[in-house]
C-alpha cells in the first residue's frame, strides 16, 4: 500500500486523487493520508506567512513514516533543492493561465473602474494594476471554494484564480475570462504537481517516476530556474510561462523547442519588465538563467527590491 500525503482541501484532494488514480491504473494500491498545514490554517496572504507554508508539513510527513510520498502544488515547493527528497514524477499539467470569475459574466475589460477585484497573489495584483484599468485590488485568502463564494455573495466583483484548479474541481463553467500571457503571465509552475518522496527509497521512486511527464518537466525546469535565479519566493510578482513546441527546420523537419516568457511587475503596475527565451527541453535549466540575466539586465533587482 502507497500512502499519499495531501492538504485537506476540495482541490489537493481532487489533485492528489488523479495521481492516486493514475497509480491505481497502474495496478498498486494506493491510499490518501489528509495532512494539515499551516497555511491552511491562516487567513493570512501567502507574503506574510511564508514560502512552504503549504508544503513544509508533508515532506515532514514523509520523513517521520506517516506518508510514503506526497502531492504538492509545484508553485508551492521552495526553489531551493533539498536532497532528502526525491522528485521522481510532474504529470502532465493543466492548462496553466489566470481566469476571471467575474459578476454578470464580465470579462476583464468590462469591468468598470473601482471594480473590486480578490487575489492573493502579488503577481496577479502587480499586473493588473499594470493594465491601467483602475480595479481596486484586495487580499484574497482561503480555499478554492471560499474565494468563489465572495464573488457569488456579492462581496467583490471578481476574483483572479488558476484555471487549472477551476478545472480540476469541475467548476470552469463560472470562468468568465481566460486571460491570455500578454495580459497576465501566471505563477512559474502554475498547474503542475509535483509528487515527492524519499530520496532513499529508491524503489518508490522508479514507480513513481512512471507519471513523469517530460514537456511538463522542461517547461516547469524552465519557469522555476528563472525563479531561483531571481531569489524570489512563489509570492513574488515574477510571472513565467514556458511551452515545447514543434517548429520545422529549413529542410522540412520538425524538432521541439522551449520557449520561455516571463517578466517581473512593480506592486503598484507602474513598471513591468519583460523577457524572453527560446532553447532546447534539455536545456531547460540553461534557458531559465539566461531569461533571468536578461530580465537582471534591464532592471529586475530594482523593481523586486521596491516589492519586498
Known amino acids: 500500500m502507497i500512502r499519499l500525503g495531501t ?3 476540495l482541490l489537493a484532494t481532487t489533485q492528489a486523487g488523479s495521481v492516486r488514480d493514475a497509480l491505481i491504473a497502474k495496478g498498486h494500491d494506493v491510499e490518501l493520508v489528509i495532512i494539515n498545514t499551516k497555511g491552511d490554517q491562516s487567513m493570512q496572504p501567502v507574503g506574510t506567512i511564508g514560502v512552504g507554508v503549504f508544503t513544509a508539513e508533508l515532506r515532514e510527513a514523509i520523513l517521520d513514516g506517516r506518508v510514503d510520498a506526497a502531492v504538492h502544488s509545484h508553485k508551492d515547493l521552495p526553489t531551493e533543492v533539498d536532497p532528502r527528497f526525491a522528485l521522481p514524477a510532474i504529470p502532465r499539467r493543466e492548462d496553466p493561465r489566470d481566469v476571471l470569475v467575474a459578476r ?4 476583464l475589460g468590462e469591468l468598470p473602474a473601482g471594480s473590486m477585484v480578490g487575489t492573493s497573489a502579488p503577481r496577479r495584483a502587480a499586473q493588473l494594476r499594470a493594465l491601467g484599468l483602475g480595479l481596486e485590488i484586495h ?21 483572479v484564480v488558476a484555471r487549472a484548479g477551476m478545472a480540476r474541481i ?13 495580459q497576465v503571465l501566471p505563477a512559474p509552475a502554475q498547474g ?10 529508491t524503489e518508490l521512486t522508479a514507480l513513481l517516476a512512471t507519471l513523469d511527464d517530460a514537456d511538463t518537466r522542461a517547461e ?6 528563472l525563479l531561483a535565479e531571481l531569489e524570489a519566493g512563489c509570492s513574488a510578482p515574477v510571472g513565467a510561462i514556458a511551452e515545447v513546441v514543434e517548429s520545422i527546420d ?3 523537419r520538425v524538432f521541439e523547442e ?16 519583460r523577457a524572453s527565451g527560446v532553447g532546447t527541453p534539455e536545456r531547460a535549466r540553461e534557458l531559465g538563467l539566461s531569461v533571468a540575466a536578461e530580465l537582471f539586465e534591464l532592471g529586475a533587482r530594482e523593481v523586486m527590491a521596491d516589492a519586498r
Not at 152 to 159: F, H, N, R, T, V
Not at 192 to 201: I, K, N, P, S, T
Open 220 to 225: 516547469v525546469t524552465a519557469e522555476r530556474s
Open 250 to 252: 529549413e529542410d522540412g
Open 170 to 182: 469541475g467548476r470552469l463553467d463560472e470562468v468568465t475570462e481566460t486571460l491570455e500571457p500578454v
Open 104 to 107: 454578470d459574466g464580465l470579462v
Open 258 to 273: 522551449l520557449s520561455l516568457r516571463s517578466c517581473v511587475a512593480a506592486l503598484d503596475g507602474s513598471d513591468v519588465i
Open 192 to 201: 503542475a504537481l509535483a509528487v515527492e518522496c524519499r530520496a532513499e527509497d
Open 7 to 9: 492538504r485537506g482541501s
Open 139 to 159: 487580499p484574497l485568502r482561503g480555499n478554492l471554494v471560499t474565494r468563489l463564494n465572495r464573488v457569488s455573495s456579492g462581496e467583490l466583483d471578481a476574483i
